[in-house]
């Protein structure tokens, strides 16, 4: 399956486990489309389903899934 980088994610945000996410330009509309993202480094990827997005530049974005593993990747 190909992948498509569409941005990074920066830091935790808040208590909620939410993360700061910057996406590379027109790229935001596939992420706004998605249900799920593949997070990862190295070329591990993982996939986590996307509870919200909200925001512009950096997005706020939520899992569904333990947001402590995701940031294991930043």
């Known amino acids: 399956m190909k992948h ?19 996406v590379k330009g027109i790229r935001k509309k596939i992420l706004n489309q998605s249900e799920a993202v593949f997070l990862g480094k190295s070329g ?4 986590y389903f996307v509870e919200y997005l909200k925001g512009n530049e950096p997005l706020i974005l939520k899992l569904e899934e333990n947001l402590v593993k995701a940031l294991i990747f930043r």
């Open 4 to 22: 498509i980088e569409i941005g990074h994610v920066i830091k935790a945000h808040g208590l909620k486990g939410e993360m700061k996410v910057l």
């Open 44 to 47: 591990q990827l993982e996939p």
